[in-house]
């Protein structure tokens, strides 16, 4: 990934996050004795932690509008620039729950 493409994924995600999520990620890189502003990215244990937040708001968000469950789930994966079953997985294990359970 180019260094622009992880500064819009990295964008997109803290953007999608709740302002108390974006608050504990804030607080998190102050803890590693990062400024609040670092590339964080690279860190595959925040990065996971903060993209799977914010892909569950996401998803939340367009469950509200009215979407169901999978088109919800896939929109939320789009905004983020990543694939749908990446975030399945690493909520429901290796098997993803089929979308029409």
């Given at each position: 990934m180019?260094?622009?493409e992880t500064h819009a994924r990295q964008t997109a995600i803290l953007e999608a996050l709740s302002p108390a999520a974006r608050?504990?990620?804030?607080?998190?890189?102050?803890?590693?004795g990062l400024p609040?502003?670092?590339?964080?990215?690279a860190l595959p244990s925040l990065?996971?932690?903060f993209e799977q937040a914010a892909w569950l708001q996401l998803t939340a968000r367009a469950e509200r509008r009215g979407l169901t469950r999978w088109p919800a789930e896939r929109w939320a994966?789009?905004?983020?620039?990543?694939?749908v079953r990446?975030?399945?997985?690493r909520l429901r294990g290796k098997t993803p729950v089929p979308p029409f359970t």
């Open positions: 180019s260094p622009g608050t504990a990620h804030a607080v998190l890189l102050g803890e590693l609040t502003d670092a590339e964080w990215y990065r996971r932690v994966a789009e905004q983020l620039r990543c694939n990446t975030f399945q997985t």
